[in-house]
Every structure is written in structure tokens, then in C-alpha cells.
């Protein structure tokens, strides 16, 4: 059994790889990652020399790389490759869509005339938009408001249109706000964590009551083993974490995890741009397949600060900062 596993060595998609290799003894995984800014080989350090790891780098969206990558013998893709900022795309929305849309298509084609038999596209809960109440199900319209979203559902449909058109053989996850160790530092739980270890302010946008949903990303990878190997092709499974919360609610959190104070550490910023208010998932089509978050929130928070605590080599450098004296 091999499995292609496209930008892995990114945060969520390093943590499938490794949970991937420990738990399917006979499993090959093939990571093809284009090294961007967030592929960072750490990840995955310890897995170099492993004998059913293997590491290639190349674009998703060059045909020829991803056809070195699946060849004749990969079994399934799981696509994790993407720019996935908010902040990044509302500056730079080409590059979303390039790698986002473009880079699905040219995997969505390669899937088309090889022998695959799955195709996971992991997308997001942001697709849907702005959730003013209730929970978003699968069926519902999407609604996105930034170029990152518009291009995760962008891709999304392309991928259920391959189905509906050739049988190719997709299952679409969309996992709410993640968090865990080795996510890159731009994202708010990491930003805000290695800020508040440095004795830093951490910026809120607007009032802070933005509501997002907390997935640990152990359960998140776990929900994309899970529907890689039982999903019904051509189908979508929300991926919800267990704790929504207010930003200004995760920061108190965060503040008080890294012993400080929210009057000296917090200072709050303009909003961004088309900020949805609230994201909020049904999760219960993943529930009846098997799977639901293992991982509670005040649990996964605090060994996610310990994480950052003890790994200042790891972020250090991706904040352009040298460790203290």
C-alpha cells in the first residue's frame, strides 16, 4: 500500500504523515511538498531515513512532479498542499489561487488517468462562510469571504465535479480552526503563544468576539485517516472540533497558560478585512462514520503551550529570532 501525501511537511499534513506511518505497519508514503515558507523539513526530521518514507519536492501544480510523485503505484492522494492564511491571500490572492485551485486540478487529473483509488481534499470549514446560527452541514451552500476560502471551495467543487463528470474517486474533509505543536507561528494560537513566552503583546482583531470552533490536530489528522479509508466517494465530512470559543475567550486561555496578564500583554488592532463573525460545523456525518474528537480542549491547549515552551529551536528561526543568552 502506498499513499501520496501532498504538502506534508506543513503542520496538519506532517502530523497524518507520522500518524499514518505508526499506525498502518505495511503503508509507503510518498510526501511531495514544494518547501514553501510553512514546509518546514523539521516536521518530519525524524522520519529521513525511515523505509516507507520517502520525500520529494516539487509543486502540485507542475504535472510532471506530481506524476513522479503518484507514478503507477500510489493507492491514494491525500492532498494537505495549500495556502491557507487569511491575512496572506487578502495581500496576495493569486498565489491562493495557483496553489489552492489550480495545484487541486492538476492532482484532480492525474488521479483521473491513473489507477488511485481515493483522493482526499482537505479543505476548511471556512468555505461556508459566515455562520450567523446553527451549524453548517455539508449540503449547505458555500458562501466564502476571503480568497483564501473562495479558493478551498473553488477547489471543492472542482473536485466534486471530477466526480460527478469522470468517477474519480474523491472525499472531501472540511476541519474546523486547528491547533497543536508545529504549526507556523503566523496563525493565532502559535503567534500568540511564542509572543506571550517572549513576554510580548498579542494583537486581537477588533473586539475579539469573532467565534471559532478548536480542533487538536492529532483528531484532525485522525479524521482524514479515517475518512480516507471508510468515506463514500463524491461525498463531504465536517471535521469539528469540540470547543467553540470567542478570540478574545481562546486569548484570555492563552495569556493565562503563559503566566501573563491580559492588561500588559493584549492590545487590540484594527479588524480584518471581510473578518467572518462565526464559523460553526455539524459534525454528526463523521460521527456516524466512526470518528469524533478524542482530544479535550483545556488538554490539548496546555500540552500545546508546553510544546511551544520546549521547542524554542523549533520556532525560534521562523520568527527570524536567535535564541536568549
Known amino acids: 500500500m502506498r499513499w501520496v501525501v501532498t504538502g506534508g511537511l506543513g503542520f496538519i499534513g506532517s502530523h497524518f504523515i507520522r500518524l499514518a506511518l505508526q499506525?498502518?505497519?505495511?503503508?509507503?508514503?510518498?510526501n511531495l511538498d514544494a518547501m514553501t515558507y510553512a514546509g518546514n523539513p523539521a516536521n518530519l526530521y525524524d522520519l529521513e531515513q525511515a523505509p516507507r518514507y520517502r520525500f520529494l519536492r516539487g509543486d502540485i501544480c507542475d504535472?510532471?512532479?506530481?506524476?513522479e510523485a503518484i507514478g503507477a503505484k500510489a493507492d491514494a492522494v491525500v492532498n494537505f498542499a495549500a495556502e491557507t492564511?487569511?491575512?496572506?491571500?487578502?495581500?496576495?490572492p493569486e498565489a491562493f489561487l495557483r496553489t489552492d485551485t489550480l495545484g487541486t486540478q492538476v492532482l484532480l487529473e492525474a488521479v483521473r488517468r491513473g489507477r488511485v483509488s481515493r483522493l482526499v481534499q482537505?479543505?476548511?470549514?471556512?468555505?461556508?462562510?459566515?455562520v450567523a446560527q446553527g451549524e453548517s452541514i455539508e449540503s449547505d451552500p458555500l458562501r466564502p469571504r476571503s480568497p483564501y476560502a473562495a479558493s478551498k471551495a473553488a477547489a471543492d467543487l472542482l473536485a466534486l465535479a471530477y466526480h460527478a463528470t469522470y468517477g474519480v474517486p474523491v472525499v472531501i474533509t472540511r476541519g474546523s480552526n486547528t491547533y497543536g505543536p508545529n504549526q507556523y507561528p503566523e496563525k493565532i494560537v502559535p503567534l500568540?503563544?511564542?509572543n506571550l513566552l517572549d513576554d510580548r503583546t498579542v494583537p486581537v482583531y477588533g473586539d475579539g468576539l469573532q467565534i471559532r470552533?478548536?480542533?487538536?490536530?492529532?483528531?484532525?489528522?485522525?479524521?482524514?485517516l479515517h475518512v480516507l479509508e471508510h468515506g463514500a466517494a463524491g461525498s463531504v465530512y465536517n471535521a469539528g472540533g469540540g470547543s467553540s470559543l470567542t478570540n478574545l475567550e481562546l486569548t484570555r486561555v492563552l495569556v493565562g497558560g503563559c503566566g501573563r496578564s491580559m492588561e500588559r500583554h493584549v492590545a487590540h488592532v484594527a479588524d480584518r478585512l471581510g473578518h467572518d463573525r462565526r464559523y460553526a460545523l455539524d459534525s454528526s456525518r463523521l460521527h456516524a462514520l466512526g470518528w469524533r474528537p478524542q482530544v479535550g480542549f483545556e488538554?490539548?491547549?496546555?500540552g500545546t503551550i508546553a510544546w511551544y515552551r520546549a521547542n524554542e529551536?523549533?520556532?525560534r528561526p521562523l520568527k527570524g529570532e536567535h535564541a536568549p543568552a
Open 85 to 92: 492564511h487569511v491575512d496572506r491571500s487578502i495581500d496576495d
Open 122 to 130: 482537505v479543505s476548511t470549514d471556512e468555505v461556508y462562510g459566515e
Open 23 to 30: 499506525e498502518r505497519p505495511g503503508l509507503e508514503v510518498v
Open 63 to 67: 504535472p510532471a512532479a506530481v506524476h
Open 299 to 302: 488538554e490539548g491547549i496546555a
Open 313 to 315: 529551536a523549533w520556532w
Open 192 to 194: 500568540f503563544i511564542t
Open 213 to 224: 470552533n478548536w480542533l487538536y490536530v492529532e483528531d484532525h489528522a485522525r479524521a482524514v
